[in-house]
């Protein structure tokens, strides 16, 4: 039944695609009176460069083989974006492939606000590198980011002042580097991944260890605790969250933990910007 519902709205949604478009759209002539607005499927799969039949088949729901490649190829004849080429990808039974990674400078004002009236809690976005991309004024205070601190790893790895803070660094070395592998592993063509390994194994031994073991770890929450020499301890429950507006951008978010003290210390550690 499920199978059947997926490729009814595969159906549906090719035909809306079809739809859509004009000839004239994606550089076709007009060929004679349409019964019916849009192109043609013969005319999708010759943009597309799939057989005619295969391409009938696909809308008809058919049980047929897909590969990313073709999906990539009818995505661009029906000159679809990436959220509905992500789903395409999911109405045909395959994963959809990692979305084009966003540049530093795409992050808007509106997200900067978002972090910036966190505080006194800490937050920061990242990029699929780890990139610090936009980083709070109580993420600095708190974890002792300094302005060449770039890199959310290699900060982890090289920053004195945040590993001699860290409560439990050695406990979660291993899991931030086997996230950082797994991260990587979504991007087999992307060399950044390695290049910032390969930094980091000249820089800092465990690390070196560690990678060595090629571990993996997943998930998107962490517990943070540290001793801050001005506020005392502090634990902190944090979220990793996809900005799927902006792909390859993740927010996280740190929370208080409750029944720690952690709230009121952070209030005098760090004072809201009154703006």
Known sequence: MANDH????????LRSRRARL???DVGMPEAGRRRTPGL?????????????????????????????EVLDAISGALRLDEAERRHLYLLAGLNPPPGTA?????????LRRVIDAWSPRPAYIMDRHWNFVAVNDAA?????????DHNCLVAYFTNE??????????????????????????????????????ELVAASPEFTDIWARHDVTA?????????HPDAGDLCFEALKMPLDDHPGLHLVLHNPRPGTGTESRLAKLVVPDPR
């Open 6 to 13: 997926r490729r009814t709205e595969l159906r549906d949604f």
């Open 22 to 24: 004009a000839p004239a």
């Open 40 to 68: 043609r499927r013969e005319e999708v799969a010759v943009l597309a460069g799939v057989g005619v039949s295969w391409y009938t088949w696909l809308e008809q729901g058919r049980d047929i083989t897909v590969s990313s």
């Open 102 to 110: 966003a540049a530093a400078e795409s992050v808007t004002e509106e």
């Open 140 to 148: 600095r205070a708190v974890f002792g980011y300094g302005r060449t």
């Open 161 to 198: 002042r945040f590993r001699a803070m860290s409560l439990d660094w050695a406990q979660h070395a291993a899991d931030v580097a086997g996230r950082f592998r797994a991260d990587a592993a979504q991007y087999p063509d992307d060399p950044e991944f390695e290049r910032i390994a390969c």
């Open 219 to 227: 998930g998107n929450s962490a517990v943070k605790s540290i001793r």
